[in-house]
């Protein structure tokens, strides 16, 4: 293991002091923990907006009420439950680091409520929504083969949109049905494929990627292809999301997580085992999958009512 980086221990506040101590909190992420670089991104971003938030202030002298404070203003920016909870963790990991170079004694940050408090459930689209947006890329939009390739896959495979991003084409076996997904700390899994998302990733390996990568060299690895031959970034993806979200007249606050919420919901409603999901979605626990079985209740009535002795 790396020896540890050690600076000289002064006050950090959201002067520059403290965002020598954020960059060396960033590399202990990397280095030593050994995150994955979106994890690491995300948690850079986080610190960023807490010592917006922070003002000049020491982080040591912060009292329990301020830091709920600083939950209130994440709320007050209008971010997701979800992104309000990680931002949460994001700053008890800093100030764990913080001690652990002897920079603060305590955390008052510890004291800060679980992400069960901003917990939500997701939102989900109906598979009629569903369908609308699958099958809103027209002939008429200048790739709309691969858009729709994208579209098919998030909902076939509820991969999130940075994994899609990075879905190598040999990860994809068309004739076996499947793909191979890389997820948080670059775990793997095996996500089926259904036969409607196969024949989209047919037709547009067909017609549309080889254009896209004629002028690219060495040959393109990944699947889906920017325009310029490159590999579709995550932003884009959201972008292409948005564009087909507003044509199919569905909830504009939704994002290409939705699809994946939405794929997990379906499964469920249809009569999927739990675990599967989970296996699926490749969540850790089983805790972060158990969500979705509160997006249908009528599911959880039906089972009680077939299998309980007084249902």
């Given at each position: 293991m790396p020896p540890r980086r050690t600076l000289k221990p002064?006050?950090?506040?959201?002067?520059?002091?403290?965002?020598?101590?954020?960059?060396?909190?960033?590399?202990?992420?990397?280095?030593?923990?050994?995150?994955?670089?979106?994890?690491?991104?995300?948690?850079?971003?986080?610190?960023?907006?807490?010592?917006?938030?922070?003002?000049?202030?020491?982080?040591?002298?912060?009292?329990?009420?301020?830091?709920?404070?600083?939950?209130?203003?994440?709320?007050?920016?209008?971010?997701?439950?979800?992104?309000?909870?990680?931002?949460?963790?994001?700053?008890?990991?800093?100030?764990?680091?913080?001690?652990?170079?002897?920079?603060?004694?305590?955390?008052?940050?510890?004291?800060?409520?679980?992400?069960?408090?901003?917990?939500?459930?997701?939102?989900?689209?109906?598979?009629?929504?569903?369908?609308?947006?699958?099958?809103?890329p027209r002939k008429s939009d200048a790739w709309w083969r691969r858009d729709r390739t994208l579209l098919e896959l998030l909902y076939a495979t509820g991969c999130r949109a940075s994994e899609s991003s990075f879905l190598k084409l040999r990860d994809v076996r068309l004739d076996e049905g499947f793909a191979i997904c890389r997820g948080k700390g670059d775990?793997?899994?095996?996500?089926?494929?259904?036969?409607?998302?196969?024949?989209?990733?047919?037709?547009?390996?067909?017609?549309?990627?080889?254009k896209l990568a004629e002028n690219v060299a060495p040959a393109p690895e990944w699947l889906l292809l920017s325009r310029r031959g490159q590999r579709l970034a995550r932003e884009r993806i959201w972008e292409l999301f948005k564009k087909y979200a507003t044509r199919a007249q569905i909830d504009p606050d939704l994002s290409p997580h939705s699809l994946r919420h939405s794929f997990a919901t379906h499964l469920l409603v249809g009569g999927a085992d739990l675990r599967q999901v989970q296996e699926m979605l490749g969540h850790a626990s089983i805790a972060t999958t158990q969500i979705y079985t509160h997006v249908d209740p009528s599911r959880l009535k039906a089972i009680h009512a077939r299998f309980h002795p007084r249902g």
């Open positions: 002064v006050t950090v506040s959201g002067g520059a002091g403290g965002g020598r101590w954020r960059d060396a909190f960033v590399e202990h992420l990397r280095n030593e923990c050994h995150l994955a670089e979106n994890t690491v991104a995300a948690y850079r971003r986080d610190i960023d907006h807490f010592f917006e938030w922070l003002a000049g202030r020491a982080i040591g002298t912060l009292t329990i009420r301020e830091l709920a404070d600083y939950a209130a203003w994440l709320h007050r920016r209008s971010l997701a439950p979800a992104t309000i909870a990680r931002h949460v963790v994001s700053l008890k990991l800093f100030c764990r680091y913080l001690q652990l170079e002897g920079v603060l004694k305590e955390s008052a940050a510890e004291l800060l409520g679980s992400q069960k408090l901003w917990q939500r459930v997701p939102h989900v689209l109906t598979p009629a929504g569903v369908e609308r947006l699958l099958t809103a775990k793997q899994r095996v996500v089926p494929l259904g036969g409607r998302a196969v024949a989209a990733i047919r037709e547009y390996l067909e017609h549309e990627r080889p």
